[in-house]
């Protein structure tokens, strides 16, 4: 089993960069829905980042940690944000919302994207009180 | 610190028929402003009813560039515009338009010429021409 923890400042540099990082990963641990893969944790980060713009101040430590862990049949991912300000609701909310619901709508299809893209998404509570989102997915 | 930062290329030209707009690159969080703020601006210019994008070398696209097209057409509900995307061999893409349902939306196919035969099949030329 591997695993990686990634913490670097949440703007959009960052999301190339994760991008990389997940594509690389993937390739190197042969998994099978690559692009599906990259694309959910894209949306990770393009939450966290908005989070930390609209919820942390210029100076404050405004940082997103993303954590990957490779296992024999599946990769979990956790990312978590110095706004800790996932929206649990929202999460909840989109368990029942389909896209279909969203057509017409210019925000709040990122959740939904992920949800069917990996095997799972969820909320996970972290040790030190924060919230990270976790996805699941089948190598 | 500066990486590599994501790019994208729009093209614009206008047929007999239809308006061509051409996608290159990626279509994301970071490039998807400036994009909107240059369709906008082709849209303004815009005479023909029907969109033709190419984006068979959209390379990469994410929630934030699937509303761009979202906005783009709520400009235009009143115009009675039509939306066709040639996606080409381009699976990733048209498998993501797939997934958001964007199907219900708007017209996929596979080359230009399909999209040619489709606007043929709708009567588009006749009501053109007159």
């Not at chain 1, 703007?11 to 042969?30: K, T």
């Not at chain 1, 800790?84 to 299809?109: C, F, H, M, Y």
């Not at chain 2, 206008?14 to 490039?31: D, H, P, R």
């Not at chain 2, 190419?54 to 115009?79: A, C, I, N, P, R």
Request: one cysteine or more.
């Amino acid at each position: 089993m591997y695993e990686m923890v990634l913490r670097c400042p949440a703007n959009a540099e960052a999301i190339e960069f994760c991008d990389l990082f997940i594509d690389s990963l993937s390739s190197f641990f042969a998994v099978l829905d690559r692009p599906a893969l990259v694309l959910s944790v894209h949306e990770a980060i393009i939450n966290s980042i908005e989070a930390v713009r609209k919820l942390c101040r210029e100076h404050d430590d405004n940082t997103l940690t993303l954590f990957v862990r490779v296992g024999k049949e599946e990769v979990t991912i956790f990312v978590s944000d110095s706004a800790n300000s996932l929206p649990v609701q929202a999460i909840e909310n989109r368990r029942t919302k389909q896209l279909e619901d969203v057509l017409l709508e210019e925000s709040g299809r990122g959740l939904l994207l992920m949800r069917e893209l990996m095997d799972d998404i969820w909320v996970e509570p972290l040790e030190n009180g924060t919230y990270a989102l976790g996805m699941k997915m089948r190598r | 610190m500066k990486g590599n930062m994501p790019t994208i290329r729009i093209e614009a030209t206008s047929t007999t028929f239809y308006e061509k707009i051409s996608l290159k690159g990626k279509l994301v969080y970071s490039t998807q402003q400036a994009a909107k703020q240059t369709l906008i601006e082709i849209f303004k210019r815009a005479t023909k009813d029907v969109y033709l994008w190419d984006v068979s070398e959209l390379t990469f696209m994410d929630s934030t560039g699937l509303s761009v097209f979202v906005y783009l057409l709520k400009q235009e509900t009143d115009k009675q515009k039509t939306f066709i995307f040639v996606v080409s061999d381009n699976e990733t893409i048209e498998k993501l338009f797939t997934i958001a349902k964007f199907d219900k939306l708007f017209v996929f196919v596979k080359t230009e010429r399909d999209a040619v035969r489709w606007l043929s099949r709708q009567q588009y030329f006749e009501t053109v021409n007159g």
